[in-house]
């Protein structure tokens, strides 16, 4: 059985910093690349941050420079380490497991976490 469990989300001004992280258990993770979406009320699910098995990344334009996505293959952990963060970061973020392709472009699947909380006030 596949899990995935959010956790690291809180209240932080902007400016600030957070560390997300997503344990996974089962063998999703080592064969699998792992995501970070997030959704802001009243808007779509939008992909945050993706990383292969391989180490290959890929960020959404709006937080290039200030988050970075890693994995810790001993302790099947996917990280979201976000800084400098602002008020329109508020949202739930949500890992989740999918396929890399070779174009470079992330595929979810339907594995997903229950999510973790994240607010930036101004």
């Known amino acids: 059985q596949v899990q995935l469990v959010e956790s690291g989300g809180g209240l932080v001004q902007a400016g600030g910093s957070l560390r997300l992280s997503c344990a996974a258990s089962?063998?999703?993770?080592?064969?699998?690349?792992m995501a970070w979406y997030r959704q802001a009320p009243g808007k779509q699910r939008e992909l945050v941050a993706a990383i292969s098995s391989g180490g290959s990344i890929k960020y959404v334009d709006s937080v290039k420079g200030r988050f970075t996505i890693s994995r810790d293959s001993a302790k099947n952990t996917v990280y979201l380490q976000m800084n400098s963060l602002k008020p329109e970061d508020t949202a739930a973020y949500y890992c989740?497991?999918?396929?890399w392709g070779t174009g470079g472009s992330y595929y979810e699947l339907n594995y997903w976490g229950k999510g973790t909380l994240v607010t930036v006030s101004s």
């Open positions: 989740n497991a999918g396929l």
């Open positions: 089962g063998s999703i993770f080592s064969s699998n690349a």
